[in-house]
């Protein structure tokens, strides 16, 4: 019993300590989602020179995009046009930080840390980028031509966009991970003994290298990191270990190599890891070795039980109670929306004569969010009447009749995710 006390006084602090730093960086999502032109990234990241790929680590860096939307981002990037290089610097670059991350980590781990995941995601990016433009063909291009800017969605500039965007499909988009990343991070703070890793000798070089065998097929979104990075480093590990895991973490995982490698050929795939290993390592390293260790201590110190915040204690209960009370909505909100696509499917298969009017091909639907997103953003059309996607399959049936397949093309890609065409 008392470890359950200890294990749910636990929980509450990290969610507390990382709640409001949380929720303004989901504001700051929804500002660049409504205000930043949709086709601005394609616009500048067309070229294979230094600066195309020094631009794409720039503009995925504060995107709060995870494994979910970075990868249909990243490869829709470059089938529209931006070159390979470019392509791989946004995809290195974009999950290691974002701008909750970065607050999150400013929260928990200090202002130091807080600018060094920037800075390595940074030189990790236009690492792999380069390193990717000297190995492809000058005359190498993708086979899709770049998208008619007049056939862009842009969404609303209003206050209820910049809302709905930050406060339900962000939520949705990490909730799953984000609280996978909390329970686990109480775990480790509750079973794991103070100084652990000093006393195991599993610090220095050892460290990072076991860090980053675990860290590279784990799956874990930048900001869901921070809470069990705080953790680990209170009880012994190096912060030159825990940069390692913070990079490999949320930037790599066994489902983002297989459609790397899938998409951008095994060569990119080689060099995106072996830029991450190496400049996870070289950071690791300078963190441990030329850096004062004072300037890595966790902002929050759980030790017998307390818990020391920078900002008021009601400022942080306040916005732990928000945070999970949107956490408990998305969470309804995608069981209601995977029970009516399964009603649906079920009206749709007892009628023979009722059958899709189109069938399209969509690439990047990973999760039963994605899915729910695509049906409705293509339900929200004129002229569909209905929408059914199959992660499976990659497809999706339109019902309804004179459907514009450039409209629905362009719907599609500002979901986020990878229009393949018609499928016969």
């Not at 962000?170 to 996978?180: E, N, P, S």
């Not at 599993?202 to 705080?230: D, Q």
């Not at 441990?288 to 900002?311: K, N, R, T």
């Amino acid at each position: 019993m008392d470890f359950v006390i200890r294990y749910f006084e636990a929980l509450f602090n990290l969610t507390a300590d990382m709640a409001p730093y949380l929720l303004l960086g989901f504001l700051f999502a929804g500002l660049l989602k409504v205000f930043l032109p949709p086709d601005m990234m394609s616009r500048y990241l067309g070229k294979s020179t230094l600066k195309s790929v020094t631009n794409a680590s720039l503009l995925g860096i504060p995107l709060p995009l995870c494994s979910c939307g970075v990868l249909p981002a990243g490869i829709s990037l470059y089938k529209n046009g931006a070159s390979k290089g470019s392509s791989v610097s946004f995809l290195i670059s974009t999950p290691q930080t974002g701008v909750d991350s970065i607050l999150v980590t400013w929260s928990m781990l200090g202002l130091p840390f807080a600018l060094l995941r920037p800075v390595a995601a940074l030189f990790t990016g236009i690492t792999g980028g380069i390193m990717t433009n000297r190995m492809e063909k000058q005359n190498e291009k993708p086979s899709e031509s770049q998208p008619d800017p007049a056939k862009v969605i842009r969404p609303k500039r209003s206050l209820k966009t910049v809302l709905d965007y930050a406060f339900i499909e962000m939520v949705a988009d990490i909730a799953k991970w984000l609280v996978i990343g909390l329970l686990i991070a109480a775990f480790i703070a509750v079973i794991i003994p103070d100084n652990f890793f000093i006393d195991f000798k599993m610090n220095g070089l050892l460290g990072m290298i076991v860090i980053l065998i675990v860290s590279i097929p784990l799956y874990i979104c930048a900001t869901s990191s921070v809470p069990i990075a705080a953790v680990l480093l209170l009880k012994g590990i190096s912060p030159g270990a825990l940069l390692v895991f913070l990079m490999a973490g949320p930037a790599t995982n066994a489902a983002t190599m297989t459609v790397i490698g899938k998409n951008l050929g095994e060569k990119t795939l080689i060099v995106y890891l072996v830029s991450l290993i190496v400049g996870s390592l070289a950071f690791g390293l300078v963190i441990d070795y030329f850096l004062p260790s004072g300037w890595f201590m966790p902002v929050m110190d759980m030790a017998g039980g307390h818990v020391h915040q920078i900002l008021p204690g009601w400022l942080n209960n306040g916005s732990a109670i928000i945070l999970t009370l949107l956490l408990i909505y998305s969470f309804y909100m995608q069981y209601t929306d995977h029970l009516k696509s399964k009603n649906q499917m079920k009206e749709v298969s007892q009628f023979s004569m009722d059958v899709p009017a189109l069938v399209i091909g969509v690439e990047g639907m990973t999760c039963e969010h994605c899915k729910a997103k695509v049906e409705n953003g293509l339900r929200n059309q004129p002229n569909i009447t209905n929408a059914i996607a199959d992660t499976e399959n990659n497809s999706v049936e339109l019902y309804g009749k004179d459907l514009d397949l450039n409209r629905i093309d362009a719907i599609v890609r500002e979901l986020g995710y990878i229009f393949k065409g018609k499928v016969n």
